[in-house]
């Protein structure tokens, strides 16, 4: 079945992309950023230095879908994106179990078809640049698959088994072959810094974290038709 991307070229959804996603060669991009400032600003301790505008990967940890419950179960799990870590309750709210994981996890999801048992979580950790697969009975991590500069949400399309991760730094949506454990598309997105994502049917729709930018320079061979 044939998945669709929107992309908002601007937030508050100014405007509206439509990209077929197709498999294709992955592409990705990347930019430099040369730091202006003199050396007078870098007098003060590293860590008390505002790094916005500095050559450096954005690692601010803003939780995006930071909290999972099971319908089913009443059973929730919480990340904690400072810490590092997965925490798991039961119904009655008692905390049943905790996994430490890679740097900086932002968003989870689950995966019901998981090959690996009747349900895995898939976790975007953002400071490592990878996708944790864990398995949601008893906490233990099964897999890590690498990911683009600084990821963001993450979705399931459940018709192909397909996951869905914003890619923030290069400007992307990263497709995911869930059962092969394997990145099998990158899909460029006319909007700066992709964070956020939603499923309507079998289109996947795509919000970036920075407004007024819906101009496009370059819409790419994947732009179906521009609203």
Not at 9 to 29: E, I, K, R, V, W
Not at 90 to 107: E, F, I, N
Not at 147 to 169: C, K, M, R, W, Y
Not at 185 to 196: A, G, L, N, Q
Request: charged residues 15%; negative net charge; hydrophobic residues 45%.
């Amino acid at each position: 079945m044939r998945t669709s991307l929107l992309a908002a070229c601007a937030a508050p959804f100014l405007g509206l992309t439509l990209l077929g996603t197709a498999h294709g060669a992955p592409q990705t991009t990347s930019v430099g950023l040369q730091d202006q400032r003199s050396a007078k600003e870098f007098s003060a301790p590293y860590r008390v230095l505002d790094r916005v505008e500095g050559a450096y990967t954005d690692l601010a940890l803003m939780p995006i879908r930071p909290m999972l419950r099971n319908a089913s179960t009443g059973q929730v799990f919480v990340l904690d994106a400072e810490r590092s870590e997965l925490l798991a309750f039961d119904a009655a709210g008692t905390q049943t179990g905790l996994l430490r994981l890679p740097w900086g996890p932002v968003a989870l999801t689950s995966w019901s078809a998981s090959p690996m048992g009747p349900k895995a979580l898939l976790i975007v950790c953002r400071g490592s640049h990878s996708l944790a697969v864990v398995d949601a009975n008893n906490l233990n991590l099964l897999d890590l698959i690498p990911l683009s500069t600084e990821p963001g949400d993450i979705l399931v399309e459940p018709s192909t088994n397909h996951a869905f991760v914003a890619g923030t730094a290069l400007d992307l949506v990263q497709e995911i072959d869930i059962a092969a454990m394997a990145v099998v598309k990158d899909h460029k997105i006319p909007s700066k810094r992709p964070t956020f994502l939603a499923l309507d049917g079998n289109t996947v729709l795509v919000a970036p974290m920075l407004s007024g930018n819906n101009s496009m320079a370059d819409t790419g061979s994947e732009v179906l038709d521009v609203g």
